[in-house]
Structures are given as structure tokens and as C-alpha cells.
């Protein structure tokens, strides 16, 4: 099916909903989508449940079951909609909510309380037809309260026992500082979510984010959670095109950096064009506010959609070469510039991404030597998110853990960026095993990891101050 296919007519331009779109545009983008692995990523329905508590369980799992079937109804079916007015992969429909913490406090006394939460979010993600919902989630970048603390120690349940379920936790801000003693407790949650699903490669810890400076409007899961600014439902949309950038720079080979620049910007523009069209498209169909567009280049295990592939059209061998970093940051920034320039709401994460499981380039690299989780962790001080979909050794401590995570969250915060950390200490296996999820997870080469101890260090508690200059008012 054609983009844009209802419309094709002997005119030059078509004008669709706010855009005027001409022929040139619809023939580009039907190679796109043909050709390149163009998609929209995801479509997902924020929906806020502060107006769902209660101070009583049972009641309150009444209300969010009431209020996420109701609201998501026909999420699917507009997005089945969409896809067959105008022939545009729509590859997920997701719900984040309002972060269960803020939810549940008042009615949850232990874990095990807002782990029932957890059920009912699954079980509503499965009614109206949804792949995941995010939400699961604690704002604790300065301090816990009893609710946060609950939370945060029911995550290895919640997530082992529901499938479509995702987590997060911000540990950590430019204006507040990294609160250590959430980064503690964080290594022995994801050693705990490790074990708790070990029969699966340890799969629940792929679906739990760690997040320093996390944004409000992410429509990308597994971070994805609808922010306590945003109003009582919203639609934001993802947009994905690895295989156009790569498809794109093929053409400039030999070009000098203003030209390969100029190219990705030119792409990326009208990339977030294609999902602007879509989330004004469901904005009306759903009667829900248009939110952002998140312009991220989120691989997938397929071939040809691949950050890694784009770093290799560029001039690296593999990912991990000198000179990945400044083409990281190249890449990255580009992004960005043309995608504000073709949506008045660009908002998320918006750059690119650079998961392992992820993207097959990625993997390569890994297995070939050119790329090592403290390359990878260099490489997130200039992209999008951080250490992201990274196996690691099924021993690995839990103080281990809180130090990578605190250095990422040290990175995010010295750089006022949004970083984040994925990891999966895969149960009983080592350096040369592998893991599989399957699907858009895709599989990971289990990566070595630096065996000297931070127990110490990590052990301090507290907080790390804000950097001075967060102390812009």
C-alpha cells in the first residue's frame, strides 16, 4: 500500500489535515517505507490516573482498570486505521501512566501491594490490545518516600509476573544531584528482576530503566511513563528511520562533513514529518491532545535498520573505532536539527539510540572486539538515553551494578542530558553465552565487565550535590 494512498491524484500537492504535502514528498516517502524500514515506532496514549486514587486497593484497581479501558479503547484500531489510510507501518500501540508511586501510595502498605498494581496494568494492556504499558515507576532523584521505596522493591515481582508491564526509576537530575541510596537499592533490584526471571535470560530486567534527568513526554518504552505536567491524556508519537539515514548517506560517500550533515538533516526532517502527520492524524480520530513527535533512530534486529550501520556509512569499520564518538555526536545532533525544523513539537528523547540486543550492527561489533561497555559508556556522553540492552555476566554484584549505573546517571547530570541504563545480569551465564528475548529485543552477546570492586564507594549512601551550574534561577 501506498503512503498517502486515498489521495493520489494528477495534482502536484495534496493537503492532509495540516500539511501540505507535495508529490515529490509522497513518492520519497513510499521508497521509504518500501525500501529503507521507515516506521513509526510507536503510538502511545499517556493517560493520567491521579484522578484514580484511593486510599482503599481494591477500589483503586477498580478505578485504573475503568480508566485505561475506557481511555485506550480504540487506541489499536486507530492505529489499524491509520495504517490503512495512509500505507505507514505503525509497528506498536502503547500506554504510559502516570507513575504508580504517586498512584498507589495511599492505598499500598507493602510490596506485594503494588505488585497487584502491576497485574492490573497488564491485564488492561492485554484487554484493549497494547504490546506494552509503562508507568511502572518511581521519582526519587533527591530523595524516596515510603510509597517510592515500596515500589522500587516490588519491581522484581511486578515484572516477573506480568508480561507487558515495563519500569523506571529517575535516580537522578541536574538540579537535584544522583541520590545514591537509589542507585544502592537499584543493583540489588536488577539482580533481583535477574533472578526472579532466570528461566528467561533473565528477561525482566529488559524491560526495567534506570533514568537520570528522565523526560515527562517519552513515548518509547521501556522508559515511558505519562509526567505529572502532562494533562489528563495525550498522544505522542515515535518515529524510527535507521534504514533511511543509512540509505540517505550512501549517496554522499565521498562527500566532506557539511554535506554528510546537511544529508542526515534533510532525512530527519522528513522523517518527523511522516510522524507528525500520524499523531495529529490519532489526536483527531481519538479526541485526544497531540503531545510530541520523539524523532529517536531506534534500531531493530533487522537487517538494514541499524544505528551501527549508519556509524559504518559514515567511516567506521565497526562501532567502537576512534572516531565513534564525534560521529555519534555528528549523527546525533543532526537529528535534532531536523527534526525541530519539521515539527513544532519535538520532544522524548529524540536522537539516536545505540542498544546492543537492538540493533545487529551493534552485536557485530561487540562480538568482533571494536566495541566495549566502557566505549559504549563514551559514547552515551553525546546520544540519546545510554547503556541500553547490555548483558553482562550473571555474577556480576549488585555494587557493581549501582557503579555503572551511577556513572551513567554522572554523565546525565554533568551534561544537564537524559542518560539512562538497561542492564541484564543474565543468570548463570558468562562471557561467550548469549541471550534471546526474540522480537524487537532482539538477542546480546553477554559483554565483559570490569571485575575491580566500588562496594565502598557505593556503599557511602546519601546524595552526589548538583553540579553548580544547575543553579540557573
Same mark, same amino acid.
Given at each position: 500500500?501506498?503512503?498517502?494512498?486515498?489521495?493520489?491524484?494528477?495534482?502536484?500537492?495534496?493537503?492532509?489535515?495540516?500539511?501540505? =504535502?507535495?508529490? &515529490?514528498?509522497?513518492?520519497?516517502?513510499?521508497?521509504?517505507? $518500501?525500501?529503507?524500514?521507515? #516506521?513509526?515506532?510507536?503510538?502511545?496514549?499517556?493517560?493520567?490516573? &491521579?484522578?484514580?486514587?484511593?486510599?482503599?486497593?481494591?477500589?483503586?484497581?477498580?478505578?485504573?482498570?475503568?480508566?485505561?479501558?475506557?481511555?485506550?479503547?480504540?487506541?489499536?484500531?486507530?492505529?489499524?486505521?491509520?495504517?490503512?489510510?495512509?500505507?505507514?507501518?505503525?509497528?506498536?500501540?502503547?500506554? %504510559?501512566?502516570?507513575?504508580?508511586?504517586?498512584?498507589?501510595?495511599?492505598?499500598?502498605?507493602?510490596?506485594? #501491594?503494588?505488585?497487584?498494581?502491576? =497485574?492490573? &496494568? #497488564?491485564?488492561?494492556?492485554?484487554?484493549?490490545?497494547?504490546?506494552?504499558?509503562?508507568?511502572?515507576?518511581?521519582?526519587?532523584?533527591?530523595?524516596?518516600?515510603?510509597?517510592?521505596?515500596?515500589?522500587?522493591? %516490588? *519491581?522484581?515481582?511486578?515484572?516477573?509476573?506480568?508480561? $507487558?508491564?515495563?519500569?523506571?526509576?529517575?535516580?537522578?537530575?541536574?538540579?537535584?544531584?544522583?541520590?545514591?541510596?537509589?542507585?544502592?537499592?537499584?543493583?540489588?533490584?536488577?539482580?533481583?528482576?535477574?533472578?526472579?526471571?532466570?528461566?528467561?535470560?533473565?528477561?525482566?530486567?529488559?524491560?526495567?530503566?534506570?533514568?537520570?534527568?528522565?523526560?515527562?513526554?517519552?513515548?518509547?518504552?521501556?522508559?515511558?511513563?505519562?509526567?505529572?505536567?502532562?494533562?489528563?491524556?495525550?498522544?505522542?508519537?515515535?518515529?524510527?528511520?535507521?534504514?533511511?539515514?543509512?540509505?540517505?548517506?550512501?549517496?554522499?560517500?565521498?562527500?566532506?562533513?557539511?554535506?554528510?550533515?546537511?544529508?542526515?538533516?534533510?532525512?530527519?526532517?522528513?522523517?518527523?514529518?511522516?510522524?507528525?502527520?500520524?499523531?495529529?492524524?490519532?489526536?483527531?480520530?481519538?479526541?485526544?491532545?497531540?503531545?510530541?513527535?520523539?524523532? +529517536?533512530?531506534?534500531?531493530?534486529?533487522?537487517?538494514?535498520?541499524?544505528?551501527?550501520?549508519?556509524?559504518?556509512?559514515?567511516?567506521?569499520?565497526?562501532?567502537?573505532?576512534?572516531?565513534?564518538?564525534?560521529?555519534?555526536?555528528?549523527?546525533?545532533?543532526?537529528?535534532?536539527?531536523?527534526?525541530?525544523?519539521?515539527?513544532?513539537?519535538?520532544?522524548?528523547? %529524540?536522537?539516536?539510540? *545505540?542498544?546492543? +540486543?537492538?540493533?545487529?550492527?551493534?552485536?557485530?561489533?561487540?562480538?568482533?572486539?571494536?566495541?566495549?561497555?566502557?566505549?559504549?559508556?563514551?559514547?552515551?556522553?553525546?546520544?540519546?538515553?545510554?547503556?541500553?540492552?547490555?548483558?553482562?555476566?550473571?555474577?556480576?554484584?549488585?555494587?557493581?551494578?549501582?557503579?555503572?549505573?551511577?556513572?551513567?546517571?554522572?554523565?546525565?547530570?554533568?551534561?544537564?542530558?537524559?542518560?539512562?541504563?538497561? &542492564?541484564?545480569?543474565?543468570?548463570?551465564?558468562?562471557?561467550?553465552? +548469549?541471550?534471546?528475548?526474540?522480537?524487537?529485543?532482539?538477542?546480546?552477546?553477554?559483554?565483559?565487565?570490569?571485575?575491580?570492586?566500588?562496594?565502598?564507594?557505593?556503599?557511602?549512601?546519601?546524595?552526589?550535590?548538583?553540579?553548580?551550574?544547575?543553579?540557573?534561577?
Amino acid at each position: 500500500m501506498d503512503y498517502f494512498a486515498p489521495d493520489r491524484r494528477a495534482n502536484p500537492s495534496v493537503k492532509i489535515g495540516e500539511f501540505m =504535502i507535495t508529490r &515529490l514528498e509522497v513518492d520519497e516517502t513510499n521508497k521509504m517505507i $518500501r525500501q529503507e524500514n521507515l #516506521d513509526v515506532r510507536t503510538i502511545t496514549l499517556g493517560i493520567s490516573l &491521579l484522578d484514580c486514587i484511593s486510599d482503599d486497593l481494591e477500589k483503586l484497581k477498580e478505578n485504573i482498570r475503568n480508566k485505561i479501558c475506557t481511555k485506550a479503547a480504540r487506541l489499536v484500531e486507530t492505529g489499524r486505521e491509520i495504517e490503512g489510510l495512509y500505507g505507514i507501518p505503525i509497528v506498536n500501540k502503547r500506554i %504510559s501512566v502516570t507513575p504508580i508511586a504517586l498512584v498507589g501510595g495511599a492505598a499500598c502498605r507493602t510490596p506485594e #501491594d503494588f505488585a497487584e498494581i502491576a =497485574i492490573v &496494568l #497488564d491485564e488492561c494492556a492485554k484487554t484493549v490490545g497494547v504490546n506494552f504499558i509503562g508507568g511502572y515507576t518511581a521519582l526519587v532523584s533527591k530523595s524516596m518516600t515510603r510509597a517510592d521505596e515500596l515500589l522500587i522493591r %516490588s *519491581i522484581p515481582k511486578a515484572l516477573a509476573s506480568t508480561d $507487558r508491564v515495563c519500569s523506571s526509576v529517575n535516580v537522578g537530575s541536574t538540579k537535584t544531584g544522583i541520590n545514591m541510596d537509589a542507585v544502592m537499592l537499584m543493583g540489588r533490584v536488577i539482580k533481583e528482576a535477574a533472578w526472579e526471571t532466570r528461566t528467561h535470560d533473565s528477561m525482566a530486567c529488559a524491560k526495567l530503566v534506570v533514568f537520570c534527568n528522565a523526560p515527562d513526554d517519552n513515548p518509547f518504552m521501556a522508559g515511558a511513563f505519562h509526567g505529572v505536567t502532562e494533562g489528563d491524556s495525550v498522544i505522542n508519537v515515535g518515529v524510527s528511520g535507521p534504514g533511511v539515514v543509512k540509505a540517505a548517506l550512501e549517496h554522499c560517500r565521498d562527500s566532506n562533513f557539511e554535506v554528510l550533515c546537511e544529508t542526515i538533516k534533510k532525512t530527519a526532517f522528513k522523517i518527523t514529518r511522516v510522524g507528525q502527520l500520524v499523531a495529529q492524524e490519532a489526536s483527531k480520530r481519538m479526541d485526544v491532545p497531540f503531545g510530541i513527535v520523539d524523532l +529517536s533512530l531506534a534500531p531493530t534486529p533487522a537487517i538494514g535498520d541499524s544505528v551501527a550501520d549508519i556509524l559504518k556509512e559514515i567511516g567506521l569499520e565497526h562501532p567502537g573505532a576512534p572516531g565513534t564518538t564525534a560521529a555519534l555526536a555528528l549523527l546525533n545532533d543532526q537529528v535534532k536539527k531536523g527534526g525541530v525544523m519539521a515539527s513544532s513539537y519535538v520532544g522524548g528523547l %529524540s536522537g539516536a539510540f *545505540i542498544p546492543v +540486543s537492538e540493533d545487529q550492527g551493534m552485536i557485530e561489533a561487540v562480538c568482533a572486539g571494536a566495541l566495549t561497555l566502557e566505549k559504549l559508556e563514551a559514547m552515551t556522553c553525546v546520544c540519546s538515553v545510554g547503556l541500553d540492552m547490555i548483558a553482562i555476566p550473571g555474577d556480576t554484584s549488585a555494587a557493581t551494578i549501582s557503579g555503572i549505573i551511577a556513572d551513567e546517571m554522572a554523565i546525565g547530570m554533568i551534561n544537564q542530558k537524559t542518560t539512562a541504563v538497561r &542492564l541484564i545480569p543474565a543468570v548463570g551465564k558468562a562471557v561467550g553465552d +548469549s541471550v534471546e528475548f526474540g522480537g524487537l529485543l532482539g538477542y546480546a552477546p553477554i559483554m565483559p565487565v570490569n571485575r575491580f570492586s566500588c562496594e565502598r564507594f557505593i556503599g557511602r549512601g546519601g546524595r552526589i550535590p548538583a553540579p553548580v551550574h544547575s543553579f540557573k534561577n
